[in-house]
């Protein structure tokens, strides 16, 4: 195609413009030797990397918003006061206190894995330093709040959600 169009602007398809090397035979490479298909290739890989950051970037922003809608403003300001600083202190024995903990999982998972689609590769190894942080902050905010109780247990739920979530990218 390429040498077409070099021959109907009066060029001669070479190496140099990208056509045909001067022996007249197809070139040869990892791409089948076609200069377009190479071209057209790393087009098509920078699209679709830019096209999967764009979109890691707004489900995180969309991930963070429901975060903060859930852990803050699903409660009434003041209804749930108090702090539990011991190990797995809300295991408890029902299954509503293993959901709870469960959930602290799973509300980090989103976390694990549209974090590191946001930062550049290089960066990905905040992923779990910056889900601990964002854990302890939550926590942080409910004990000033009292829009929920500050747990240990939670801090750890969730940073092990993170973790788990950056593990299965």
């Known amino acids: 195609m390429l040498a077409r169009r070099l021959r109907k602007n009066g060029q001669q398809p070479t190496e140099e413009n990208g056509g045909l090397p001067e022996n007249g035979q197809q070139p040869t490479g990892e791409n089948g030797g076609l200069p377009e298909r190479a071209a057209l290739s790393e087009r098509l890989n920078l699209w679709l990397k830019n096209a999967r950051h764009f979109l890691g970037s707004n489900l995180f922003v969309i991930y963070l918003w429901m975060l903060v809608m859930i852990v803050f403003f699903c409660r009434e300001p003041g209804s749930r006061m108090g702090t539990d600083f011991r190990f797995m202190g809300t295991w408890g ?51 000033r709040t009292g829009r929920g109780f500050c747990q240990l247990d939670d801090v750890i739920m969730n940073t092990l959600g993170a973790g788990i979530g950056f593990l299965y990218i």
């Open 93 to 143: 024995t029902t299954m509503q206190d293993h959901a709870w903990v469960i959930e602290n999982i799973f509300l980090f998972l989103p976390f694990g894995f549209l974090f590191p689609v946001w930062l550049p590769k290089k960066k990905t190894a905040w992923t779990i330093p910056v889900g601990f942080l964002c854990s302890v902050a939550i926590e942080y905010c409910q004990l």
